[in-house]
């Protein structure tokens, strides 16, 4: 496994080549372009806070805009990965018949291309801290918010190993991982604080491995600490072990890639 990563980190220029690709085409694609990337968190962070800060009135502590961003920014960065990352192999059929190079080169494209699309969409979140500047803690702390975005992209990376090589294989997988990722929103702290599920259900409802790093990066930037809980450092683990299962997983069956698009 360890010779694998090495020869897998080589392929590193490739990746960024064909982000860099993925970017353009899709630019010259489209009418509105890079606008697209503010256009879709703006538009989510409307809905939700109409609806859960309007009409709901979800108390949080904070403005509640501030607070939604905070965790739906990292969200639909995970949610990018694992709906795109799905159709990675798929999409890239024609080039996998052709040429013989590591697959794992298409997803990780599109890790690239969904870690670009997050750095625009943080101008959104860095106009609201702008406004509510007072409500961050600028402390030390701040630096273990890279740390857990990082174990974050992991967990959805290992999550794309499974989903794109099962794809290949079974077409209706994309449908039941879409189904998923629209209902792991409402079982996440995204548009509500982690104080609003029942305490006797608490200990089992963050055995979802996304909901930990969600109340971690909402304690780093409004509480200036970073707890390492049991749940946090399970989802430390959860997201190593998905990454390193799933490329063993991928590496099995890429062989038969070609075989069956």
């Not at 501030?66 to 965790?71: A, D, E, T, V, Y």
């Not at 694992?82 to 080039?95: K, Q």
Request: charged fraction near 10%; proline fraction near 5%.
């Amino acid at each position: 496994m360890v010779k694998y990563l090495r020869e897998l980190w080589t392929a590193w220029f490739l990746v960024w080549m064909m982000t860099m690709r993925a970017l353009v085409s899709r630019s010259r694609q489209s009418v509105l372009g890079l606008a697209w990337t503010l256009l879709v968190p703006i538009s989510h962070l409307l809905v939700y806070w109409l609806v859960f800060s309007v009409l709901v009135r979800i108390q949080t502590g904070l403005p509640y805009v501030l607070f939604l961003m905070s965790g739906l920014w990292p969200w639909m960065l995970y949610v990018n990965i694992v709906a795109r990352g799905t159709h990675s192999i798929i999409e890239n059929g024609p080039i996998i018949k052709k040429i013989f190079f590591h697959r794992e080169v298409f997803p990780l494209t599109i890790v690239g291309v969904c870690l670009f699309d997050f750095l625009v969409a943080g101008l959104v979140f860095l106009a609201i801290m702008t406004v509510h500047f007072n409500h961050i803690v600028w402390s030390w702390t701040l630096l273990w918010w890279p740390f857990i975005l990082l174990i974050m992209v992991i967990q959805a990376t290992g999550v794309i190993w499974f989903t794109s090589a099962v794809s290949v294989f079974v077409r209706d997988s994309i449908f039941l991982v879409e189904l998923a990722m629209h209902l792991w929103v409402f079982v996440s702290p995204i548009m509500y604080p982690i104080e609003r599920v029942p305490e006797r259900f608490r200990d089992l409802y963050m055995l979802n491995p996304v909901a930990p790093l969600i109340v971690a990066f909402r304690q780093i930037l409004f509480e200036g600490k970073l707890d390492f809980n049991f749940h946090l450092i399970l989802s430390i683990c959860v997201s190593l072990f998905l990454f390193v299962a799933g490329l063993m997983f991928f590496r099995r069956l890429a062989p038969k890639f070609s075989d069956v698009i």
